[in-house]
């Protein structure tokens, strides 16, 4: 069974997220929307196959990323998320919540070895491509 297949999206704490995105919109040239930018790529195996990593500033008082105290949280692309959910219960990973389900994938939250909360995802790229307005490509 595959695991993490990527990096999904990196997210991080900040005091003022739109004027982050618009810094980086401005001086590095990101093509930002309410949630930040994709980053489109293509697949080694499947040239002709799009996917996606996403860059999101979040407010620094967000809860979003508890029960961890740090300032990121990294999204790792997965495949079978259910699957790989059962495996890591059974080799007693923390697993933080029931695997949610949205119209472009699959999401669960689990810690780390040192706590830092991290997410997984099970993309339909397809589906998100049609959610997302700020692509950076």
């Given at each position: 069974?595959?695991?993490?297949?990527?990096?999904?999206?990196?997210?991080?704490?900040?005091?003022?997220?739109?004027?982050?995105?618009?810094?980086?919109?401005?001086?590095?040239?990101?093509?930002?929307?309410?949630?930040?930018?994709?980053?489109?790529?293509?697949?080694s195996d499947e040239p002709d196959k799009k996917?996606?990593?996403?860059?999101?500033?979040?407010?620094?008082?967000?809860e979003y990323f508890l029960p961890s105290t740090?300032?990121?949280?990294?999204?790792?692309?997965?495949?079978?998320?259910?699957?790989?959910?059962?495996?890591?219960?059974?080799?007693?990973?923390?697993?933080?919540?029931?695997?949610?389900?949205?119209?472009?994938?699959?999401?669960?939250?689990?810690?780390?070895?040192?706590?830092?909360?991290?997410?997984?995802?099970?993309?339909?790229?397809?589906?998100?491509?049609?959610v997302v307005e700020g692509n950076t490509k």
């Amino acid at each position: 069974m595959k695991r993490v297949t990527g990096i999904g999206g990196i997210f991080f704490k900040c005091k003022d997220p739109n004027q982050m995105k618009e810094w980086y919109k401005t001086h590095l040239g990101f093509d930002t929307d309410q949630w930040g930018t994709s980053f489109e790529w293509r697949s080694s195996d499947e040239p002709d196959k799009k996917g996606y990593t996403q860059w999101s500033p979040f407010a620094d008082t967000t809860e979003y990323f508890l029960p961890s105290t740090k300032e990121f949280m990294l999204n790792y692309r997965v495949e079978n998320l259910s699957a790989l959910v059962e495996a890591l219960k059974q080799e007693g990973v923390t697993v933080l919540d029931d695997i949610q389900e949205f119209e472009y994938g699959k999401f669960v939250h689990i810690l780390d070895a040192e706590g830092n909360k991290v997410e997984l995802w099970e993309p339909i790229d397809e589906d998100f491509e049609k959610v997302v307005e700020g692509n950076t490509k």
